[in-house]
């Protein structure tokens, strides 16, 4: 049997559809998604939000104790980090995370 060209396509495909063969289940492969990966990204995201609220509320926690400035700022951190950031990363770095090639790129054979 050769391979399919251009021309015999329809005909090859014809051809493997009357034949009915029985091919064994196999599962699909399921990426690992990569804890690592994820938390680097997670740092690199959330970093510049902390720094930010940090600087956000220098002038009005001056001279309030450190428990009490990241008592404020935790839940706005927890919030962004649940609802924007987490979510981003998954929706724009999924296949980083998951070590998967980029979408868009085709593999070079």
Do not use: C
């Not at 930010?52 to 008592?71: D, K, P």
């Not at 987490?86 to 868009?104: E, T, Y």
């Amino acid at each position: 049997m050769t391979a399919p060209t251009d021309t015999n396509d329809a005909e090859f495909i014809e051809m493997l559809e009357e034949a009915e063969l029985e091919l064994p289940h196999v599962p699909p492969v399921q990426a690992q998604p990569s804890k690592l990966r994820f938390s680097v990204l997670l740092v690199i995201a959330v970093y510049p939000i902390i720094t930010t609220l940090l600087y956000a509320l220098a002038s009005f926690t001056e001279g309030w104790e450190i428990w009490h400035r990241t008592m404020i700022i935790t839940p706005f951190m927890v919030f962004s980090i649940v609802f924007a950031v987490s979510p981003a990363i998954n929706r724009h770095f999924g296949w980083f995370v998951a070590g998967l090639p980029r979408p868009g790129k085709l593999a070079k054979a």
